[in-house]
C-alpha cells in the first residue's frame, strides 16, 4: 500500500543520482581477521583472484557486511545467496544468522486450485547444502560475528559470469536507470523500445543490460500501482484537509465580520480554487494598497497547490499582508479568478503599480484583470532569474556577463537600451537563447526608460524582498495540513501589523525647511526615504528660464540636462527625462 505523507509540504519552485558505492566499515587493526573481510567488503569492484573465501573463524563486525561479502563471493563463483534463518535472546536481540545458497532446500508443494488454468513453475531449489553460518559475541560491550560453519560445495551446476549476473539476486534496476525508464514510460516508450534505448546510451551489446527487459515491464506495472494508490490516498487526503480549510474560513467569519473567503468547485464538486484575507489586511489595503507585490515562488509538492500571496509595505516600511490563493493550476482562467476575487476582497479598488515575478501567464492575467494597473517586474526578480539560467552555461564569463547586464540599468533610453542589448547577445554568442528571448519581450516591465515614473514604494528593492522572504518562512515553519497553515497565517499576517516600532532619533542633513517639517510629520521610514532623495537633489543645480521652466543638471556632469516644468492647472510636474507626475 502506497504511504501518504503525513505533513503537507511547500517548497520554493525551482537531484542527480550519485551512484556512488555504499560506504563500508574500514579496517582496523593490522594483521587481524576482522580487517581482511572488512576490506573486502568496501567494494564489488575487488578482483575474483582477491575475493578470499569464507572460512570457520572469520570475523565481521556486523551481520550486513557478512551477507554483503557472502553475495559478493557467491556472484564471483556462479551462484546467488539468500537468508535462511536468524535466532533472537533478550540478552542479544539477532544472535545468529544462516545464509544459504539459492538453491537450498525444496520448494513445498501446493495444491492446485480445482477448475482454474494454473501455470506449473518449476523451482529452482534443488537441496543445496552450501552455506555459511554466523554467531554473535560480545565482549566487553564491542559485537562481532564470527563464521561458525561454511561449505561451498554444491549439487548443481555453477553459471558463467555471463549467466550468473541473470539471477534475480543480481537484476537489479540502479536509480538513475528507473528515472531514465520511467521518463521513457511516460513519454509512451513500449518496453522493448526503452530497453533498447538505455543499451545504446550506455554502449552496450543487446543483452548485456544488467537487468531483463520483464524486469523493465515489472518495475513500470509496479510503479504506476504505487502510483495510482498514491493518487488515490493523496486525493482522498486533500479532500478532507481542504474540506476542513474551509470549516476554519467559516469559523473565521463568524468571528470576524470583515474577514473574507472564496473558493470554486470543478464539475465533480470538489474544491478547486481557495481564496481568503483578513479584516485588518482589508483596511491596510485601503491605505497602503497603492503598490502590490504578487508572490507566486511557493507550492505545494504534497498537493500540487499554488500558492499566491498578496503583500504591501506600510509608512514604517513593514512587509503587510493583503491575501492569499491556493489555485489548483496555473491556467489563464484560473489566474483571472484569482485576481478578480482579490479585487472584490478590496472593495473594487486596483493598485497602481503591481509587482511579480516574470511569467507570462501572470502577465495576461494582468492585463486582462487590472487593466489600469502598471505592471512591474523588479531588478531583484530578473537578477535571480539571471543567475539561475547563465551563471553555469558561462562559466568565468559569467561575471563578465553579469556586469554587462547591470549596465543596461543605467541606459536611459529605450533605443539606448536595444543598442546595449543587441551588443551584449553578440559579445557573448546567445543570439538564440530563449531566456534572453523571453527577458526581451517582457522588457516593458523592467527596463529602466519604460518604468520610469512608476509608483513603487521602496518595493523593488532587494531589502524589501528579504523581509518577504523573512515573511514567507515564518508562514511555512510548521508543515502540516492546510487548516493548520491557514492559522499560521493569519498568526503571521496579525503578527506584521501590530509589530511594534521603537522611537527613532531623526538627524537634519541639509537643514532645509522641507526637511525639518517632513521630520515632524513622517514616520522614520519615510522620511529617511524622502531625506535620500533631498541629499541627492543637492548634487543639482537648477536655471531658470523664461517660460518658468527649469533646467536642471549635475554639477559634475556638462551632458545630461533636463528641463523641468511646473503645470499648475494639473498640478503636475513634468520633466524631459521621465515624463509627468502628479503631486
Known amino acids: 500500500m502506497a504511504s501518504i505523507p503525513s505533513k503537507n509540504v511547500w517548497i520554493r519552485r525551482q537531484q542527480c543520482p550519485c551512484g556512488d558505492w555504499k560506504c563500508y566499515v574500514s579496517c582496523e587493526g593490522e594483521g587481524e581477521e576482522t580487517s581482511v573481510a572488512a576490506e573486502l567488503v568496501k567494494s564489488e569492484r575487488v578482483s575474483s583472484e582477491a575475493m578470499v573465501s569464507p572460512y570457520v573463524g572469520m570475523v565481521f563486525k556486523n551481520d550486513t557486511d557478512a551477507f554483503e561479502y557472502y553475495g559478493n563471493f557467491a556472484r564471483r563463483n556462479g551462484f546467488s545467496i539468500r537468508k535462511e534463518r536468524s535466532r533472537l535472546s533478550p540478552q542479544l536481540g539477532v544472535y545468529k544468522r544462516d545464509f544459504v545458497c539459492y538453491r537450498s532446500g525444496f520448494a513445498p508443494a501446493k495444491k492446485k486450485p480445482i477448475g482454474e488454468n494454473h501455470r506449473d513453475r518449476k523451482s529452482v531449489r534443488c537441496g543445496c547444502d552450501a552455506k555459511m553460518y554466523l554467531s554473535k559475541e560480545v565482549s566487553e560491550g564491542v559485537a562481532q560475528w564470527f563464521v561458525v560453519q561454511f561449505s561451498n560445495v554444491h549439487n548443481h551446476e555453477l553459471l558463467e559470469d555471463d549467466q550468473v549476473r541473470l539471477l534475480p539476486a543480481y537484476r537489479k534496476i540502479h536509480e538513475a536507470d528507473q528515472e531514465r525508464i520511467l521518463l521513457l514510460s511516460k513519454a509512451g516508450f513500449p518496453i522493448h523500445r526503452i530497453v533498447k534505448v538505455l543499451e545504446l546510451e550506455k554502449g552496450i551489446h543487446g543483452g ?75 483596511n491596510a489595503y485601503d491605505m497602503f494598497g497603492d503598490v502590490v507585490y504578487f508572490d507566486t515562488t511557493y507550492s505545494s509538492i504534497t498537493y500540487g497547490l499554488l500558492l499566491g500571496v498578496w503583500l504591501g509595505i506600510d509608512n514604517h516600511g513593514r512587509t503587510i499582508f493583503f491575501g492569499c490563493v491556493l489555485l489548483q493550476d496555473e491556467t489563464p482562467r484560473s489566474l483571472a479568478w484569482a485576481f478578480q ?53 558561462l562559466g568565468p564569463r559569467y561575471a563578465e556577463f553579469k556586469s554587462e547586464f547591470d549596465l543596461l540599468y543605467s541606459v536611459e533610453s529605450s533605443e539606448d537600451f536595444e543598442i546595449r542589448w543587441d551588443q551584449m ?88 525647511p522641507i526637511e525639518e517639517h517632513a521630520r515632524s510629520i513622517l514616520t522614520p521610514f519615510a522620511f529617511n526615504a524622502l531625506q535620500h532623495e533631498l541629499v541627492l537633489a543637492m548634487q543639482y543645480a537648477a536655471s531658470e528660464m523664461a517660460d518658468g521652466s527649469y533646467l536642471i543638471h549635475h554639477f559634475k556632469k556638462m551632458d545630461g540636462e533636463r528641463l523641468v516644468m511646473w503645470i499648475e492647472d494639473s498640478e503636475q510636474i513634468h520633466c524631459s527625462y521621465g515624463g509627468g507626475k502628479a503631486l
Open 425 to 512: 547577445v553578440s559579445m557573448f554568442g546567445l543570439v538564440s537563447d530563449k531566456h534572453l528571448d523571453l527577458l526581451f519581450s517582457f522588457r516593458e516591465y523592467w527596463v529602466p526608460s519604460c518604468i520610469r515614473g512608476c509608483l513603487l514604494a521602496q518595493m523593488a528593492t532587494s531589502a524589501y524582498f528579504k523581509a518577504v522572504d523573512t515573511f514567507l518562512k515564518g508562514v511555512f515553519n510548521a508543515q502540516t495540513c492546510l487548516r493548520s497553515f491557514f492559522e499560521q497565517v493569519g498568526i503571521s499576517a496579525n503578527f506584521q501589523s501590530h509589530e511594534h516600532q521603537e522611537m527613532q532619533y531623526l538627524q537634519l542633513k541639509t537643514n532645509i
Open 208 to 282: 548485456q543490460l544488467p537487468f531483463l527487459e520483464r524486469d523493465v515491464r515489472n518495475f513500470v506495472q509496479n510503479r504506476k500501482k504505487i502510483v495510482q494508490e498514491h493518487d488515490a490516498l493523496l486525493n482522498e487526503k486533500r479532500e478532507i484537509d481542504t474540506i476542513e480549510l474551509l470549516e476554519a474560513c467559516k469559523a473565521t467569519k463568524e468571528s470576524d465580520e470583515e474577514f473574507v473567503y472564496d473558493f470554486t468547485v470543478d464539475a465533480n464538486d470538489k474544491v478547486e480554487h481557495v481564496a481568503w484575507s483578513y479584516g485588518d489586511s482589508v
Open 341 to 393: 476575487t482579490f479585487i472584490r476582497f478590496m472593495r473594487g479598488t486596483l493598485p497602481q503599480t503591481i509587482l511579480t515575478d516574470l511569467d507570462p501567464g501572470l502577465r495576461d492575467a494582468i492585463r486582462s484583470e487590472l487593466p489600469g494597473t502598471k505592471h512591474v517586474i523588479s531588478r531583484w526578480n530578473i537578477l535571480s532569474k539571471v543567475s539561475s539560467w547563465f551563471s553555469l552555461y
